[in-house]
């Protein structure tokens, strides 16, 4: 039992169950996207100024991150809140970065959230990866997994696709125009994300017992 994907039995920090509405093709996925275009759809940049959060209490990182965020943040502004930057959630008593205030904050003030692994390993992907999904903002992924193995096409944006220069002038462009920035939140009304650590062990505990209770035939 791990969070590895060929594992015996998966604990994942998450999951993403499509709904009835979910496209079954890339072309699906295409019309769902342009459709962001269109003057009904709704607007998620709306009232959001700030552009890039990274919520961090570990600041030293085998996976170099500080390193990334720190040249990332020369050419855009990248706040930082935890016990890695100067800034705290004035909604919140603490300055956990687990605490729901701090998400409900970022939501409503920024438009891309650093969602950066701790380590660079296959497969491995952390709790608010997923919680991120929850809310109205859009995820920058650094890690070691294949995130399309985890997440709807065109939802996130990997961090490792880019330089850190090439990054931030990528998201100044989303930042400067609504339709391309929107194109991310396609998948909203067609996807159901769970995250946390008590569906975690339901998940992972429940697939266990049905292992434990099938019959394997054991070969010499």
Known sequence: MSYK????????????????TAPETLEETH??????????????????TRPVVWMASHCTTNSL??????????????????GCGNF??????????????YYEMMETEYKFYLSFENF??????MEK????????IVPIVYGGPNYSQF???????NALDF????????????????????EYFWWKDHQRVESGVVQMAQHAFCDLCKKLHEDEKITK
């Open 120 to 125: 660079i390993c296959n497969d491995y992907v």
């Open 65 to 82: 991150r500080e390193r990334y965020v720190k040249q990332l943040s020369k050419y855009i502004p990248v706040d930082i809140y935890g």
């Open 151 to 157: 997440a709807p096409h065109h939802w996130y944006i």
């Open 163 to 182: 330089t850190p220069e090439k990054l931030a002038q990528y998201l100044l462009l989303l930042n400067a125009n609504d339709n391309f920035y929107n």
């Open 88 to 101: 705290s959630c004035p909604h919140s008593k603490t300055n956990f970065v687990s605490d729901p205030k």
């Open 31 to 48: 019309r769902m996207i342009e459709a962001m275009h269109l003057p009904s759809a709704r607007n998620y940049a709306a009232n959001n």
């Open 5 to 20: 994907l060929n594992s015996d039995v998966r604990l994942l920090y998450g999951r993403i169950h499509p709904e009835s």
């Open 129 to 136: 990866f997923f919680e991120i999904m929850n809310h109205n």
